[in-house]
Nanobody, 129 residues
Framework: QVRLVASGGGLVERGGSLRLSCAASKFSFKDYDISWYRQAPGKERELVANITSNGVTEYVVSVKGRFTISRDNAEKTAFLQMNSLKPEDTAEYLC???????????????????????WGQGTRVTVST
């Protein structure tokens, strides 16, 4: 079964660090773009960071210089290193994998043709003041 499992959340003091992980199974992870989103209570889901299959990264302005997204294709895992955490970073963090958009693309592991989007469950991050 195609799956993403997020982990690493927890309670941390202001200025602290956490490292989130997003482990993939049953799809061709190396070919997918990986994104981390977050959703705070009462707020809309927000894209935090993205890393393409080629390793190109981008970040929302509010986390630039503090968060680093990375991936280990051999381990089929993506990471979000979060430093200098602030109370406003408190949220549920979710990871997403998105395949190439070409309708002819074939995932040999998932045995799916065309675009595939996989969401992991959230991991909660709480930053105390």
């Amino acid at each position: 079964q195609v799956r993403l499992v997020a982990s690493g959340g927890g309670l941390v003091e202001r200025g602290g660090s956490l490292r989130l992980s997003c482990a993939a199974s049953k799809f061709s992870f190396k070919d997918y773009d990986i994104s981390w989103y977050r959703q705070a209570p009462g707020k809309e889901r927000e894209l935090v960071a993205n890393i393409t299959s080629n390793g190109v990264t981008e970040y929302v302005v509010s986390v630039k210089g503090r968060f680093t997204i990375s991936r280990d294709n051999a381990e089929k895992t993506a990471f979000l290193q979060m430093n200098s955490l602030k109370p406003e970073d408190t949220a549920e963090y979710l990871c997403k994998a998105e395949s190439p958009s070409d309708s002819r693309w074939w995932d040999p592991d998932a045995r799916v043709r065309g675009r595939l989007e996989v969401w992991g469950q959230g991991t909660r991050v709480t930053v105390s003041t």
